[in-house]
Every structure is written in C-alpha cells, then in structure tokens.
C-alpha cells in the first residue's frame, strides 16, 4: 500500500476516477461484489487521464481525492494493481470476484508463477490467534486458518504479496517480507511493449506467429502466406 500511494504521490496530474468494469460488468449480470458496493475505484493519471477524460470517460479529481480513495479501497480490502511500469499510468483496486485478471489467477494451481512482485506474507503462528481477518481479505485464497490448530498459514505459491492481510491483524502477526530478488518493471509502457516483442521473436514466439500463417493460410486458401 506505501508504495502504490507514492507512485500516486510522484504521478503526473490530471487524476481521472471512474467505474471499475470489471464489478460494473458483474453487476450487470446479477453477480455483485462481494467485497464492495463501491464502482468508482480506478484510477489514470498523466496522459492516460487525459485521454480518458478526453473521451468522456470518468472524471478528473485532486491529487489529495485520489489518495483518499485509494486508502479506502485499501481498507475495504480491495487489491491495488497499479500499472506494469515505473511510471504508474494507471492504479485498478480489484477483488477476487470480479476482476477478470485477478480471477484467472486466483484459478491456477502457483499464481506467484505470473505475478510480478517483491513480497510475500508469513505468519508468526506463535502470535497468531486464529480470527480469521487474513483469510478473509486474501483475494486469491493464499492465506488459511487451520480449523484444527486455529492458526494461519500462507500459501506460498498463491501469495501475490499485496499486503491485504497485514493490515488488519489484531496480534499483528502477518507480515510481509521481502523476496531476495528484486523485480523491477519496465520504465515506460514503451519498454513494456519492447519486452513482450522480444518475448515474442524468441523460440516459441515464432512457433505461434508460424502457427498463426498456417492457420491463415488454410482459411484463406492461400498458400503463399507460408513463403
């Protein structure tokens, strides 16, 4: 949470809040969420703002607004995902119900596999007093209350290191901790794009774009594609 307020802190204004479309989207269809009524939770700041606003999306608010609503959506318990960049262009604050990326994570067996991040919670199950408060903020079912010893544990390949846990610990006894190797994202959304492209034209990056021509090729019947 100190890290996402000061990437809010350092980001360049405007300020742009509106509707997560993710929990629009569920509420849409019956489904609310589970974790707020609130839909009025992500941000974008700079140029992303700018085009946002441009376009008639959302609506721009202070820098002292967006940090107010970001320490709300922390404390509703809500997962603050800001921008893969340096330069936060964007803070979603999403749930395990609703958000479609946090939800296909939350369905793989090691979601730490795909999850870019510095942190991971333990517990002191010597302090530990079996309330439940961790278990039932982990958005991605990392943290468990044993029914029998009534004591947390974390699931090290499901914890995302968010922090959601930590918060609300009344012995304070979760924690995060560092990993020994540091990640750190790109500085830019440009070098972002650069990343995956060359991601892309390594071995199995060409397999698919070989895979993609044969495919083209039958639908269209036109086998020079694949000269």
């Not at 405007?14 to 009524?37: H, M, S, Y």
Request: hydrophobic fraction near 35%; charge should be positive.
């Amino acid at each position: 949470f100190d890290e996402v307020t000061m990437l809010l802190q350092q980001a360049e204004a405007p300020f742009a809040i509106f509707e997560c479309i993710c929990r629009k989207k569920k509420a849409l269809g019956g489904d609310p969420c589970q974790v707020t009524n609130r839909t009025e939770t992500c941000f974008a700041t700079g140029s992303m703002a700018h085009a946002a606003l441009r376009h008639g999306i959302g609506q721009e608010i202070a820098r002292e607004e967006s940090l107010s609503i970001l320490a709300e959506n922390q404390k509703q318990g809500l997962v603050l995902q800001p921008s893969n960049t340096e330069k936060a262009e964007f803070i979603c604050s999403c749930c395990g119900c609703c958000c479609g990326m946090l939800g296909m994570h939350k369905s793989l067996p090691k979601p730490v596999d795909f999850w870019a991040s510095n942190y991971y919670a333990a517990a002191d199950t010597d302090a530990c007093n079996g309330c439940g408060n961790c278990e039932k903020r982990c958005q991605v079912g990392a943290v468990r209350v044993s029914e029998q010893k009534q004591k947390a544990s974390v699931d090290l390949n499901r914890c995302i290191g968010c922090g959601l846990c930590i918060s609300t610990c009344p012995e304070k006894a979760i924690s995060l901790q560092k990993k020994p190797k540091e990640v750190r994202p790109p500085q830019t959304r440009e070098d972002l794009y650069d990343i995956i492209m060359s991601h892309k034209k390594g071995r199995f990056g060409k397999l698919k774009i070989t895979g993609k021509l044969v495919i083209d090729a039958i639908r269209t019947g036109q086998p020079d594609l694949l000269r």
